[in-house]
């Protein structure tokens, strides 16, 4: 599952957000946007992740995402 992590300029996770959630598609499509000092990093999400709840989540997506 591919998800979208949310960064600031320290590199500390912010927010995360799932995607594939299917909809019309005549509503477009919408997204995480990075506010100033921060990145969108988009990251295929480990399966034993997945159920993880968020502050879980938090601490062992740090070795997922890209050196800073």
Not at 42 to 48: A, G, M, N, R, Y
């Amino acid at each position: 599952m591919k998800i979208s992590v949310i960064t600031d300029k320290k590199g500390k996770i912010i927010g995360t957000a799932h995607h594939g959630v299917k909809g019309k598609p005549e509503t477009g499509k919408g997204g995480p946007v990075a506010g100033p000092g921060q990145k969108v990093h988009v990251i295929e999400l480990p399966s034993e992740l997945e159920k993880a709840n968020a502050g879980e989540l938090h601490k062992k997506l740090k070795a997922h995402l890209p050196a800073k």
